[in-house]
T-cell receptor, first 116, second 110 residues
């Protein structure tokens, strides 16, 4: 089945620094990947849609200059949290759709970001 | 856009049956999904319904009524490991986005 690899699984960074999260589709090509954020005891909130070879589409209220998304190939999308602050601490999850199935989207394992 | 609604929390007893409901309003329906998510982990796929009716898969079944904008996930023979959040999800914007409901936190008690 479709596998999406997300790295790192956990990261702790200092306020003001930047953190890059990678999302790779391992056995399929993903022209579109999605980035979600999840705060404790809340559901996944869509942050942005990452399209290979073009600019990402951000949801309302998500700062595109703060959450930089790059989808340079059909198997890799990256999310960079720039100038991180403690309120950015959250669980970030990527997903991609394997067009060979109807099973919605396959998710990465998530990244737990803690900004201190 | 898509509005998806689920109960926030439910509690059930080990060995029992529980039904988790989901209502939705969508711009361009293209199937409804259920995911299970344990705390601190990514969601895992449970079921997909695109036609009306009941889809059974082992202890888990999912039902869809497109005319009513309604779905439910039925869990039978509950086990302690079924304690998790259950997320109803679907496509929005005519298949452009994949969005989730608020999730239902299920606690299975001994």
């Amino acid at each position: 089945g479709a596998v999406v690899s997300q790295h790192p699984s956990r990261v702790i960074c200092k306020s003001g620094t930047s953190v890059k999260i990678e999302c790779r589709s391992l056995d399929f090509q993903a022209t579109t990947m999605f980035w979600y954020r999840q705060f404790p005891k809340q559901s996944l909130m869509l942050m942005a849609t990452s399209n290979e070879g073009s600019k990402a589409t951000y949801e309302q209220g998500v700062e595109k200059d703060k959450f930089l998304i790059n989808h340079a190939s059909l198997t890799l999308s990256t999310l960079t949290v720039t100038s991180a602050h403690p309120e950015d601490s959250s669980f970030y999850i990527c997903s991609a759709r394997d067009g060979r199935t109807n099973y919605g989207y396959t998710f990465g394992s998530g990244t737990r970001l803690t900004v201190v | 856009g898509q509005n998806i609604d689920q109960p926030t929390e439910m509690t059930a007893t080990e060995g029992a049956i529980v039904q988790i409901n989901c209502t939705y309003q969508t711009s361009g329906f293209n199937g409804l999904f259920w995911y299970q998510q344990h705390a601190g982990e990514a969601p895992t796929f449970l079921s997909y319904n695109v036609l009306d009716g009941l889809e059974e898969k082992g202890r888990f079944s999912s039902f869809l009524s497109r005319s009513k904008g309604y779905s439910y996930l039925l869990l039978k023979e509950l086990q302690m490991k079924d304690s998790a959040s259950y997320l109803c999800a679907g496509y929005d914007n005519y298949g452009q986005n994949f969005v989730f409901g608020p999730g239902t936190r299920l606690s299975v008690l001994p």
